[in-house]
C-alpha cells in the first residue's frame, strides 16, 4: 500500500515506547481521578503500551503499513482519550446518562479484552509485503470505454433526480464544520432530506451518487496518469491527480465522512503506484497533511472553545470518545436493556442492507437503543455503537474476542489482494476496502462496517468482472479507446 522504512520504524519504535510511558506516568502522579467514577480508564494506556511493545518485539522484522495504520487508532482510543480524561481528572457527563459511570469497570474490561485479540491477530494473521511497484500504462487493462458511457448515463440520472429532488443535496457537508452551530443546522437539513423523500427513492439515488462520485475520481485519476508525457518529471499530472482527489473526495463529502476519507488514503496510494518516482514526497506530504488535518479536527478545533485549559481538554475528550468509541460510549453498552435480541439482530441486518432498507426503517436497531441508553444524541442518533460493545450486546464476551478478530482476518484479506493487485483498479477497490474495515474496527460497529462495503460491492463485482474476462479472453483492453 505505502512503502515504509523498516530501520526508520524500528529506530522510532525504540524511541516511542519509553517515552509513552514517561508521558503515561506524569499525569498518574497529578490527577485526581482517583476519586472519581472514571478511574478504572487508567490501566488502557498502560495496556495499549504492553500491548505494542509485545507486538514491536514479536513483528519488528515485519512491519507493514496496515499495522501502523491500525495500531494508530487503538493509539488513540485506548491512549490518548484514557490520558486526556486523566488530564482533566474526570469526563464531563453532563449531557450523558450519567447511570453509564457506574459501568466503566465493565467497559474497561471489554476494551482490554478487544486490545487483547486485536494484538493477537496482529502478530498471527499472516501479511502480504509489496510486491509490485507500479503499473506499465501499456498493459494497464482494468476497464473499457464502455465504463465512461455507463458513468455518463448515471450523472444524467443524478442530474435529473436532484433536479426533482433538491433536498438531495442536503446530504453533502464540508469535511469539517466552523462551529457546532453549523453542524446541528446540516444535521437538521440531513434529517429532511429523508424525511421528505421517500425511502424506497431517497436511498438507491443515494447510492448510486455514491458509486458515480468514487468511479469518476478514479477513471480521472487513470485518465491523467494516461496523458501524462515520458519526461521523468511528471509534477502537473501529480498536482492535477491531487486536485482531482481534494475536490471530489475532500472538500465536499456524504454524512459519512470516514469513507470519503478513506477514498482519498486509496486514491493516493494509487498515485504513489501510478507515479513511483514522487512516491517519498507525495508520502511524506500525505503524512503531513493528514496529520495536521487530525490536529485540526480533534485538538485545535477543541482548544479555541475556551481560554480554561480544563475546559479544553473535556471538549477534546468528548470528540475523541465520539469519534473513537471511547471507554465512555462503550459504558453504555451495559445499560442497552431489550427483550428480543434477535429482532434487533434482524433490524441492524436489514437496514444495513443499501437500496432496499427503506423497506425496514422501522425495524429497531441497536443504534438507537444505544444512543437512549447513552443519553448524548437519541434525536439524530448520532453516536456509533462501538465494534466490541455490539459483539458484547449479541454474544458476551466470547464475541468480544471473536468479533474483532473476524473482521481483522477481513482486513488483512482485502490488504494481500490489494499487494498482489492484478491492475490499478484492482489495487485501488482492495486497498480501499482494506482501510474501510481497519478504521471501521475502531471508528463503527459491525452491520455498519458490514453495510458500507455492501454500498461498494458493484465496483468490486466490477473489478471481479474483468479480470475474469482478462482470463477468458487473454487479451489487453485499452481504458479509454473509444470504440
Known amino acids: 500500500m505505502f512503502p515504509i522504512n523498516e530501520r526508520r520504524i524500528r529506530i522510532f519504535n525504540i524511541i516511542l515506547i519509553p517515552l509513552l510511558f514517561f508521558v503515561y506516568i506524569i499525569p498518574l502522579l497529578l490527577t485526581q481521578i482517583y476519586e472519581k467514577e472514571c478511574s478504572y480508564c487508567v490501566w488502557l494506556p498502560a495496556l495499549f503500551i504492553v500491548g505494542y511493545l509485545v507486538f514491536f518485539l514479536t513483528k519488528k522484522n515485519n512491519f507493514l503499513d496496515i499495522h501502523i495504520i491500525i495500531i494508530f487508532l487503538f493509539f488513540v482510543k485506548l491512549y490518548v482519550l484514557p490520558l486526556c480524561v486523566i488530564f482533566a481528572g474526570d469526563f464531563n457527563v453532563s449531557e450523558y446518562n450519567a447511570d453509564i459511570l457506574r459501568n466503566v469497570f465493565d467497559s474497561v474490561v471489554v476494551q482490554a479484552i478487544e486490545w487483547i485479540s486485536i494484538v493477537l491477530g496482529l502478530i498471527f494473521f499472516r501479511v502480504n509485503r509489496n510486491k509490485k511497484n507500479g503499473f506499465v500504462k501499456k498493459t494497464e487493462t482494468e476497464v473499457n470505454s464502455g465504463v465512461w458511457y455507463i458513468i455518463g448515463i448515471c450523472f444524467i440520472v443524478i442530474v435529473g433526480a436532484t433536479a426533482v429532488f433538491p433536498s438531495l443535496l442536503y446530504k453533502f457537508r464540508p469535511i469539517f464544520f466552523l462551529s457546532e452551530k453549523a453542524e446541528l443546522i446540516w444535521k437538521q437539513k440531513s434529517t429532511i432530506a429523508v424525511s421528505t423523500i421517500h425511502p424506497l427513492i431517497y436511498y438507491p439515488l443515494n447510492w448510486l451518487i455514491t458509486i458515480t462520485r468514487f468511479s469518476v475520481i478514479y477513471l480521472l485519476l487513470l485518465l491523467v496518469w494516461r496523458k501524462s508525457n515520458a519526461m521523468r518529471d511528471n509534477a502537473f499530472s501529480l498536482v492535477l491527480s491531487l486536485i482531482i482527489i481534494v475536490v471530489g473526495l475532500v472538500v465536499i463529502v456524504p454524512d459519512d465522512v470516514s469513507a470519503s476519507i478513506i477514498a482519498a488514503i486509496s486514491a493516493i496510494a494509487l498515485l504513489i503506484k501510478l507515479y513511483p518516482r514522487q512516491a517519498n514526497k507525495l508520502l511524506s ?129 482485502f490488504y494481500n489482494r490489494s499487494v498482489n493487485a492484478q ?38 463485482l466490477i473489478n471481479i468482472f474483468m479480470k475474469k474476462r482478462k482470463e477468458k479472453n487473454n487479451e489487453r483492453i485499452d481504458i479509454f479507446r473509444c470504440k
Open 285 to 413: 506530504t500525505t503524512i503531513l497533511t493528514s496529520f495536521c488535518l487530525f490536529l485540526y479536527m480533534f485538538f485545535l478545533r477543541a482548544f479555541v472553545v475556551s481560554a480554561n485549559i480544563d475546559v479544553n481538554i473535556e471538549k477534546l475528550s468528548e470528540r475523541l470518545n465520539a469519534y473513537f468509541s471511547g471507554f465512555i460510549n462503550c459504558s453504555a453498552v451495559f445499560e442497552m436493556k431489550c427483550e428480543n435480541k434477535l429482532l434487533y439482530f434482524c433490524g441492524d441486518f436489514c437496514r444495513s442492507l443499501p437500496v432496499v432498507k427503506g423497506f425496514f426503517v422501522n425495524m429497531p436497531t441497536t443504534t438507537e437503543l444505544f444512543n437512549i441508553a447513552l443519553g448524548y444524541d437519541t434525536v439524530y442518533n448520532s453516536q456509533i455503537i462501538p465494534l466490541e460493545g455490539q459483539a458484547y450486546f449479541y454474544f458476551g464476551y466470547i464475541g468480544v474476542v471473536l468479533i474483532p478478530l473476524i473482521v481483522l482476518k477481513v482486513c488483512f484479506s
Open 423 to 460: 491492475g490499478s483498479y484492482d489495487f485501488f477497490m482492495n486497498c480501499f476496502f482494506s482501510l474501510l474495515v481497519a478504521f471501521g474496527i475502531v471508528m463503527y460497529d459491525v452491520f455498519l462496517i458490514f453495510g458500507l462495503c455492501l454500498i461498494y460491492v458493484p465496483m468490486l
